[in-house]
């Protein structure tokens, strides 16, 4: 149960775009669409960003948009506010016995 | 709306036990997977368990499996996670959350408790 790759962080300045990318392999990312992208601020709990690779669950910004290519999933912020500060977890389903699978975090600094 | 609560962390020194209880509110929770996930202080998000809706299927993480029990209780709206056998790797604030396309993601999340383990 490896976890995905994620960069340590990120950082861009207000208004600017970011990407973010979830490194996985093809026993997972490559092999469903079912990558879901977590925003947690400090002390406080994950919430929803994407799911399945490309999806806005009701009340999230269009600013977020996910996409995925081969085992590597993306996570795009446009226009960056100070409030986007936080940081960004990928998941991936894995298979029936792994379940899902979690990326080691991206702090996102908005300079 | 939804609210996941939970509760039952605290301090247990390595070997002990512990119950958690997430109490859920404001949708069907016998319609739903649900799943515990975990995150040790300054670290990442690591999934833990997972049941499904009529408890007919379980699933655990590696590092937990053969220790930690989930469970849920349809017509109290509650999810358990009994926790055995403790070890201080197992410091985390662990998270109820309700799960999508049978826990493949998920859309909300509780405030969360912390264990800690320690001697």
């Known amino acids: 149960q490896s976890a995905l790759t994620q960069p340590a962080s990120v950082s861009g300045s207000p208004g600017q775009s970011i990407t973010i990318s979830c490194t996985g392999t093809?026993?997972?990312?490559?092999?469903?669409?079912?990558v879901s992208w977590y925003q947690q601020h400090p002390g406080k709990a994950p919430k929803l960003m994407i799911y399945?690779?490309?999806k806005r669950p009701s009340g999230v910004s269009n600013r977020f948009s996910g996409s995925k290519s081969g085992n590597t999933a993306s996570l795009t912020i446009s226009g960056l506010q100070a409030e986007d500060e936080a940081d960004y977890y990928c998941?991936?389903?894995?298979?029936?016995?792994?379940?899902?699978?979690f990326g080691g975090g991206t702090k996102l600094t908005v300079l | 709306q939804v609210q996941l609560v939970e509760s039952g962390g605290g301090l247990v020194k390595p070997g002990g036990s512990l119950r958690l209880s997430c109490a859920a509110s404001?949708?069907?929770?016998?319609?739903?997977?649900m799943s515990w996930i975990r995150q040790a202080p300054g670290k990442g998000l690591e999934w833990v368990s997972y049941?499904?809706?009529?408890?007919?299927?379980?699933n655990y993480a590696d590092s937990v499996k053969g220790r930690f029990t989930i469970s849920r209780d349809n017509a109290k709206n509650s999810l358990y996670l009994q926790m055995n056998s403790l070890r201080a790797e197992d410091t985390a604030v662990y998270y109820c959350?309700?799960?999508?396309?049978?826990?493949?993601?998920?859309?909300?999340w509780g405030q969360g408790t912390l264990v800690t383990v320690s001697s």
């Open positions: 049941i499904s809706s009529s408890s007919s299927y379980t």
């Open positions: 399945e690779v490309n």
């Open positions: 093809s026993s997972d990312v490559g092999s469903y669409n079912l």
């Open positions: 959350a309700r799960g999508q396309y049978s826990s493949s993601w998920f859309d909300y």
């Open positions: 998941c991936s389903y894995a298979g029936s016995s792994t379940s899902v699978v």
């Open positions: 404001g949708f069907t929770f016998n319609d739903y997977y």
